[in-house]
């Protein structure tokens, strides 16, 4: 089964190149627009892990967290911070607020990929997951 990876980000010229670089290595795309749209998102289909901007309209990437780390069907996916907050102490702060990694912006196209792939599960997709 493929890997299903969602990406929250609102910007899209950005959305659309992280999708291209996660679809060039063969993985299923879908993408989301603001934080609540991500949660909605995540909750119906079930990604395998999640790519998440912190400054997105109507949901922060803090608020998008606490709403799927404390939901059970959401609780174990990964999720990974790609933001331009790179100063010192942010990577720190996000990780201990729950996220499972962070990727600073800009991304490197050469290490994106692998930077995130490292916190997909390597088994097959989703079981619970809806097609």
């Known amino acids: ?5 969602l990406v929250i980000e609102d910007n899209a010229t950005t959305r659309e190149f992280l999708a291209y670089l996660l679809r060039s290595f063969g993985y ?3 993408c989301a627009v603001d934080g609540v749209q991500g949660v909605e998102m995540a909750t119906r289909l079930l990604p395998d892990a999640i790519v998440c901007d912190m400054h997105l309209p109507k949901l922060d990437g803090f608020g998008v967290l606490r709403e799927l780390k404390t939901n ?3 609780a174990k996916i990964p999720m990974i911070a ?3 907050l790179a100063m010192v102490g942010d990577r720190e702060r996000m990780l201990a ?3 499972d990694g962070y990727v600073p912006k ?4 050469e290490r994106f990929v692998p930077d995130i792939l490292q916190y997909v599960p390597k088994t097959g997709g989703s079981p619970e997951r809806k097609q």
């Open 28 to 30: 299923e795309v879908i």
């Open 82 to 84: 790609v933001t331009a």
């Open 106 to 109: 800009p991304v490197d196209p």
């Open 1 to 5: 089964m493929t890997k299903r990876l």
């Open 72 to 74: 059970p069907l959401t």
């Open 97 to 99: 607020a729950g996220f």
